[in-house]
């Protein structure tokens, strides 16, 4: 069944909308703490440690501002650009997914260096503890990906429905416009249009009657003058 111009305006505002969510859920998932680990200084035995994702991750931060751009700029461009757009939307989705993994995988490097920016030392003093948002953020980055492959695969038939619902004027010497032509030349009227005047084939209207023609001044008073009628006539 062939899809409506609302159907396919509808499948693109669906991926402009869920690709511009997906990114602000990254960000989202950036912003909270991602991991917790303690350290120690000659003042302090215990300083508690905190890292937030875009500290422990920035590429997730990044490819979440690529994402959100992306689905902007996806209802601007064209049939080449969406394209481009999309392919831009799916790597960011690598970038967030792979950044928030290597996390998950080995949070340590990040911890200590946040252990080192705090206290000046890289010797931690507990364990690293991870939250659930890195986990979260490697979801997201996989969903994003998998947003820009479905639009991508929708994505031809927003061009193909809208020019099969546009009106096209035929362009001259194809055989819809030599016709018309054809038509014109014979004296044919197009239905609506106002008949020329002098066309073949059409008997010609009769000139309107003028006024009646009025006596002459001149000639009535010398009718006059000779003791003539000038009415009988």
């Known amino acids: 069944m062939a899809r409506t111009p609302r159907s396919w305006r509808l499948a693109r505002r669906s991926a402009i909308l869920l690709l511009l969510v997906l990114g602000a859920g990254a960000l989202a998932a950036a912003a909270p703490t991602w991991l917790r680990t303690s350290g120690a200084t000659a003042l302090d035995a215990d300083v508690q440690v905190h890292v937030t994702g875009t500290t422990a991750?920035?590429?997730?931060?990044a490819g979440a501002l690529v994402v959100v751009a992306a689905a902007l700029a996806l209802g601007l461009v064209g049939r080449i650009g969406r394209w481009v757009v999309l392919v831009v939307a799916a790597a960011s989705g690598v970038v967030v997914s792979a950044s928030a993994a290597a996390i998950l995988r080995d949070p340590v490097p990040a911890a200590t260096s946040a252990v080192a920016e705090a206290t000046g030392v890289t010797e931690m003093t507990s364990a690293v503890t991870l939250t659930p948002?890195?986990?979260?953020?490697t979801a997201v980055g996989v969903l994003v990906v998998v947003a820009a492959v479905w639009a991508a695969v929708s994505s031809p038939s927003w061009g193909r429905v809208s020019a099969r619902h546009e009106i096209v004027r035929p362009a001259a010497g194809t055989p819809v416009a030599r016709r018309e032509a054809s038509t014109a030349e014979a004296g044919i009227d197009a239905p609506g249009s106002p008949a020329p005047s002098g066309a073949p084939g059409r008997a010609a209207q009769p000139p309107e009657a003028g006024p009646a023609d009025e006596p002459d001044e001149q000639e009535t008073w010398d009718s006059l003058t000779r003791g003539e009628d000038p009415t009988d006539r």
């Open 133 to 137: 948002w890195p986990a979260v953020a």
């Open 57 to 61: 991750a920035p590429g997730v931060g």
